[in-house]
């Protein structure tokens, strides 16, 4: 009890002074939530407990910590405690370890203080963690697979065990150049793609640590933490034409996914389901074209020449897997063009799209990253042609 009071006057001096310069460890007060972030200076180390679960999480920036400073304050997600503090490693580097008071969240963040070429290493990165804990991530590929492993990329790392105790922990921000570290055991970090060159000053990264019971109720308090955060509103359910009704889908796996009735055209096909659907007082809303029907190359993405989607219909720049050569109809499915289909199906569309190829003329009068456009004038030229074609919205900007 001494140990405890004494422990909550260092930590209310600290939160008057706000600066700490010769304190060599501290303990923020335990949230209401029970995760406690506590930091030795002298070891440079860091470590966040829970009580429950019982668990503990601890790493070191790897050399001693300087200046460190606790500060109280409030942002969307309530109230919190935080302390901040320098180190060395390749360079200087400033660290805050964020502890919600009444969620069991904690937010990390690492800030250069001058150019580099890449963070040295991922802050937060737990060298001491529960053991024999199934793990969640998700694959690096098309349409994100789930993996019961932690794949080493961007997405978020769920740890849990039989009881449904869980660990989130991920990237808060940056979220296209993150990427996570450590094989479940040994290591656990968050931090950048190692492949990330030239940093600027005061850039910087945060992640999320988020435990607590229960696998939903943690990934929850996690997932609302990143929205709530940022200001995001949540939108109903029903808010978008996708969610709110049923539609007829051509997408991989159904019936008509580059494939079509070859007396009726794709086009004529497409109509002819439309109509089998009102005569069967089947209330779709929408139709969903996916890939087939804009004009694309036959080169994937790895640069092989994989032929027609479908051999047995005719060849065409329809009729392939590879990246987008022109992203509006196929002449050869729409000769009286998008417009003029819509208007005939009398149905909102909802349309795929893919990647621009390296041969794709848009390279000549746009700026192109890559595969992605990243000059407004596509967009904006692209979007009023959907919107003239009587296009809702996409369904995907990916590679299928």
């Known amino acids: 009890m001494l140990q405890n009071r004494l422990r909550f006057v260092l930590v209310s001096l ?48 790897g050399s001693p910590m300087t200046d460190l400073k606790v500060v109280a304050g409030s942002d969307n997600l309530g109230a919190y405690r935080e302390v901040s503090f320098g180190w060395t490693s390749s360079s200087e580097m400033l660290g805050a370890i964020r502890e919600y008071t009444d969620k069991p969240l904690v937010r990390f963040s690492v800030t250069t203080t001058q150019p580099m070429d890449h963070l040295a290493s991922e802050f937060p990165a737990f060298t001491t963690l529960p053991q024999n804990l199934h793990t969640l991530s998700y ?18 790392w769920f740890l849990f065990d039989d009881n449904g105790n ?6 808060g921000s940056d979220f296209l150049i993150s990427k996570m570290q450590g094989d479940g055991k040994t290591l656990i970090g968050s931090g950048l793609n190692d492949r990330l060159t030239g940093l600027p000053a005061n850039f910087t990264h945060t992640s999320w640590l988020a435990v607590g019971n229960g696998i939903e109720a943690t990934i929850h308090t996690w997932g609302s933490a990143l929205t709530e955060l940022s200001g995001k509103p949540y939108p109903s359910n029903d808010v978008d034409l996708v969610t709110k009704y049923l539609g007829y889908w051509t997408d991989n796996g159904a019936y008509y996914y580059y494939n079509y009735d ?27 074209l996916d890939s087939w ?4 190359t036959q080169i994937s993405p790895e640069g092989k020449d994989d032929g027609p989607k479908n051999a047995k ?17 196929s002449p050869d499915l729409f000769p009286k063009g998008l417009p003029a289909f819509q208007k005939a199906l009398g149905l909102p569309l909802v349309v795929h799209g893919r990647w621009i190829d390296p041969t794709s003329p848009y390279h000549k009068d746009y700026r192109i990253s890559g595969l992605a456009p990243v000059d407004p004038r596509w967009w904006n030229d692209r979007a009023d042609y959907l919107k003239d074609s009587g296009v809702a919205t996409t369904s995907r900007i990916g590679s299928m």
């Open 139 to 156: 694959k690096e590929q098309a349409m994100s697979p789930p993996a019961f492993d932690l794949e080493n990329n961007g997405t978020p």
């Open 293 to 296: 029907w804009y004009q694309k």
């Open 14 to 61: 600290l939160l008057c002074a706000g600066t700490a310069p010769n304190a060599m460890a501290l303990s923020l007060p335990a949230s209401d939530a029970g995760l406690t972030v506590s930091i030795d200076a002298g070891k440079g180390v860091y470590r966040v407990s829970a009580s429950s679960p019982a668990w503990t999480f601890s790493g070191s920036v």
């Open 166 to 171: 869980t660990v989130v922990l991920s990237a």
């Open 313 to 329: 219909l005719p060849s065409g720049t329809w009729n392939a897997y590879g990246g987008t050569l022109d992203y509006s109809a």
């Open 262 to 288: 070859p007396a009726l055209g794709y086009a004529g096909t497409i109509l002819a389901v439309a109509d089998h659907y009102r005569q069967a007082d089947i209330p779709i809303k929408y139709m969903q």
